[in-house]
């Protein structure tokens, strides 16, 4: 089976341009894809405020539902800026966009390096966070948690390749499963703590863990700061929509924000649900059960709706990683079109997808996941920096956007560098709460880095003016192409001559090297076999076989070149190299014609000693030099 019938059986058949409208997402659809991460966050941000209180004992954790009322509310106010982002940035970008347009090139790549390591981080901590709720259930499966993570990433990337509709399809299921279960557990929850409708009240539970430390003033009010920034996991994923605005159904951004919302109610509506019941049922953090297991355990005991919370639970955060894979591939395309990332990023594969951003994105994240073991908790130190930062140069973005527009008079419009701007009224209300909103979510990235640092945030810390750093090199290197290739004051003298010779390496004299040799004769009048000789017995055998041909090797020179080592690649690009340093061809494009083998079948290729490919490679360093292949199809007459 060749390659190509391997991919068309894994990916399926290349969809044509056209019908790219066609695999656009309706809102049902999207809410899967894009909203996966934040819904999912559900399963573990409680729990982070939690973990970081107990530290003063469990009777700490009752402050859990004040600071989460604070984080939903936190989470309501990027909501309503990322909804303004997608009306006044219709065509997709996010952050990047917003703060290329309103605060400049530098805050813009400092947006989108940390976006692009947040949203490998999703992919790592999300598949490892679903591995920690399939062990959670099955315990005996934990040895294999670094293989249940990496299969995950596989199956997801999997998915991906065949195409945004499709992938949306599939994973819509466990979404809503999710989402449904968990709100019938909050809906019965709240039912039994008020004994609402006859039902019975749930057991609190009498667990109490003493304090490990006593800490006032300014310390207490620190830790009480390093909970609330815990919980602000809840806002991951958040900025995908704004990022795919592209991605949905016309009209485009009315669907985005529609969609937008829908996230924002379903998110929170679970977040507050989870967070209220775990606190006023006095669950305590353990490091073998989550508290969304504990909670449900505790409401509907260990039957077919605790099983279906738990797998739906463990297959949404796996799917979590699906919203990474939508905004990374749309991210660096739209970092490569403005020239900071490779030219191929920007590239669809044959299902209309960013697949080369998919694979760089699967790769490096299970790199991570092994590192780290799969261990969600040793990762989430590195987790929600990125967002966290990117939140805050969004809001400053907006809040610049929207003082332009507050300056401007009914019916007046200006044109900024990426979209038009209009009269819009309640300017300024908006313009003070994405104020409080950058300012909120800057005080939540200083405390993450601030407090995470040395437990692993300083990796963070480095890798964004890192991808900032190669940000710009790439497009220092596309411009010195540009420059290179530009026709700009032009002189024709200025071009290189071609040079009136050709050489052709050869290692026998056989009907390959031979079409060779007869294809550089057209090209010139001066053609030169150039052949390495490691022995005497090699020697005589070539020359014995040129002497059979005099027709087809007339005008053509025979260099001999005898050599006492086994590397015949070095002895021809020397030869080749001193053709090119000499006066008689000095700064002309010189021209080396190349036999080589093309087998008929894939593995033939690893028969064979590459000769031909280790040459080209060797000779790429030279400027003044065409190299061109003469294929040689071993399999099929000539």
């Known amino acids: 089976m060749t390659f190509s019938a391997i991919k068309r059986f894994l990916i399926g058949d290349p969809f044509p341009t056209s019908m790219d409208i066609h695999e656009r997402l309706d809102k049902v659809r999207a809410l899967a894809v894009f909203a996966s991460d934040p819904i999912s966050s559900n399963a573990y941000a409680t729990e982070a405020i939690m973990s970081v209180l107990i530290i003063l004992g469990s009777q700490s954790l009752a402050l859990t539902w004040p600071l989460g009322l604070a984080v939903a509310s936190l989470v309501l ?40 390591t947040d ?79 006859g039902l019975s009240a749930i057991p609190v539970m009498e667990h109490s863990v003493p304090s490990s430390t006593s800490l006032t003033g300014l310390a207490y009010i620190w830790l009480l700061l390093r909970a609330f920034s815990g919980g602000c996991t809840a806002l991951t994923g958040i900025e995908a929509i704004s990022n795919g605005v592209q991605a949905f159904k016309p009209p485009e951004s009315k669907n985005a924000v529609k969609t937008m919302v829908a996230m924002g109610i379903m998110a929170m509506s679970l977040f507050i649900g989870i967070t209220f019941l775990a606190t006023h049922i006095h669950l305590v953090p353990e490091e073998t059960e989550s508290i969304l297991s504990q909670m449900t355990k505790a409401i509907t005991g260990r039957n077919f709706l605790y099983f279906w919370v738990q797998s739906f639970t463990a297959a949404i955060l796996f799917l979590a990683a699906n919203t990474a894979y939508q905004d990374f591939p749309r991210l660096s395309s739209f970092l490569s079109k403005d020239g900071f990332m490779p030219r191929w990023m920007q590239n669809r594969g044959d299902r209309l997808v960013y697949s080369w951003g998919i694979a760089v994105l699967a790769l490096i994240a299970s790199i991570i996941v092994i590192v780290f073991q799969a261990d969600e908790i040793a990762m989430l130190p590195l987790y929600a920096l990125g967002v966290m930062l990117s939140f805050s140069i969004s809001q400053a973005g907006m809040f610049r956007l929207m003082g332009r527009i507050a300056h401007l008079k009914p019916g007046q419009s200006i044109r900024t560098l990426v979209t038009n701007i209009h009269y819009e009224r309640g300017a300024r209300w908006k313009q003070a709460l994405n104020a409080v909103g950058s300012i909120v979510t800057f005080i939540v990235f200083i405390i993450l880095m601030s407090t995470k640092f040395l437990e692993g945030a300083w990796i963070v810390i480095a890798i964004i003016p890192v991808l900032v750093y190669m940000f710009y090199s790439i497009r220092k290197h596309y411009e010195s192409v540009a420059a290179a290739l530009s026709t700009k004051e032009l002189q024709p003298a200025s071009l290189l001559d071609v040079a009136d010779i050709v050489i052709v390496p050869i290692g026998d004299v056989h009907r390959g090297s031979l079409r060779a040799l007869m294809y550089a004769k057209r090209l010139s009048k001066d053609v030169r076999a150039v052949c390495v000789m490691t022995s005497p017995n090699a020697k005589e055998h070539v020359l014995r076989r040129w002497k059979r041909f005099p027709k087809l090797t007339r005008r053509i020179k025979l260099i001999p070149i005898e050599y006492d080592y086994r590397d015949v690649i070095t002895p021809v690009v020397q030869y080749i190299e001193n053709i090119i340093n000499s006066d008689e061809f000095s700064n002309q494009l010189i021209t080396v014609v190349i036999p080589a083998f093309v087998p008929k079948q894939e593995f033939g290729r690893l028969l064979h000693n590459q000769s031909a490919a280790q040459l080209q490679w060797a000779l790429r360093q030279y400027k003044n030099l065409v190299i061109i292949n003469v294929p040689i199809h071993i399999d099929s007459k000539m």
Request: net charge neutral; charged share 10%; proline share 3%.
């Open 77 to 116: 106010m990027v909501v309503f800026s990322y909804i303004q982002t997608i009306l006044h940035y219709p065509d997709g970008g996010g952050a990047y966009t917003v703060a290329k347009d309103n605060l400049g090139e530098f805050p813009s790549l400092l947006a989108a390096a940390a976006l692009l």
């Open 119 to 197: 949203y490998i981080l999703t992919v790592s901590v999300s598949v490892s966070a679903g591995v920690r709720a399939v062990t959670s259930a099955f315990p005996e499966t934990y040895d294999y948690r670094v293989q249940m993570a990496i299969f995950a990433i596989i199956f997801i990337t999997w998915m991906n390749l065949r195409g945004v509709r499709e992938s949306g399809t599939i994973f819509a299921i466990p979404t809503y499963a999710f989402v449904g279960g968990v709100l019938l557990v909050i809906l019965l929850g709240v039912g039994r703590y008020f004994q609402l409708f």
